[in-house]
């Protein structure tokens, strides 16, 4: 018995010894990291009652660099994306959220298309999103009391949009509000189906910091563990292997699918309503964008790694099929409302140039959209005047 007693206790300490050198071996090679770390460089969210989450107003420069997060790369090294996040939660520039006299406020509701993820920021003034660049064109035009803003959100629909809209932004009293939105809408159509039995309550839940396993700890058992760096590279790969995590959320898994309901797109048109009537009950202008996409019928051969198909739980063609009766939803909307549409998705859809994947711009692609959306706004919706003096898009 005592010799099974010393072949235990050596066991034992061969393996707390390996342990120790492992520990001590991933500490010299490896940068620290933990749950904190991944929560350090994202984007920091929190909970809404009205829409899916809010952007945390933290007024300062956020780094959102998974190798950072990863404990990959070390905390000095360039970041992989910066954006500026003012102390509104909005992307940017800070902007007084009592509107100063003299000013035309243009708010810009979306999703991750409209926060523009492609294109980076140097510091609160230098920020390159489309929006942003919109404004910088406009002024170039004389429009010197413009002030646009960029509400979007990664992973808001019109739903987080209209919310946002009747709960907070109302008050920062926009003069002209644009919605460009489409691919998080079309997420509701089949891999999560509205429907009589299943509407839009039972799919919306609000944002919880403790849902996402990668900047959360699973309890007291697991924070303690996090203090040993070799624990943690485990705990890395584990979710690396287990959770597909994106800028857009968690991907749905299981085939996908070539149809959809005819509900979905009846609350996306019900969506844009709300949004028209609700921008007029404040005494903004409503402007709708059809939102550009890279899938097109036909070219699935030729775009088909840059899609997030399981995000939709639709296959190429049932997608490309989305957008284009969304495209219709939106134009109609516009016509039967007597609202402004700037029919940007056929100038930019299927431009592999202008489009990273499914909807997020190139800086390219930001630029073309920025000047479309701007000269529609200078020579309809903010004057009667022309817009020659902005290029043309593709110039």
Known sequence: MSGLKVKIALLLG???????LGEILVRLTRPYNSPDTHLEYSLQSEPSLFSASLLKPV???VEVDPAKAMGIKGRHEPAERTYFINRNGTRGRGFS???PSGTTRVLILGGSAVFDPNVFDADSIDTNDWPHRVERLLKSMGFDGVEVVNAGIPGHSTVDSFGRLYSQLWLYEPDVIVVYQTWNDIKYWSNSAVSPETPLTTFMRPYSPQADPWTSYWGVSDRLLSTSQL???LRNQYLKLRYERGLEGYPGKG?????YGPYGPRQFRLNLELLVDCSRSIGATPVLVTQATLVLPGNEAQVSERIGYRMQGLNHAAIARAFEEAWSITREVGETRNVHVIDAAPRLSGRVQLLEDHVHLTDEGSKELAVVVARYLASQVLTRGSAT????PGG
């Open 389 to 392: 003096s902005l290029p043309e």
């Open 14 to 20: 061969s393996l707390s010894l390996a342990l120790l």
């Open 255 to 259: 085939s996908l699918k070539s149809e």
């Open 97 to 99: 959220r009592r509107k």
């Open 59 to 61: 007024d300062r420069l």
């Open 231 to 233: 624990y943690v590279k």
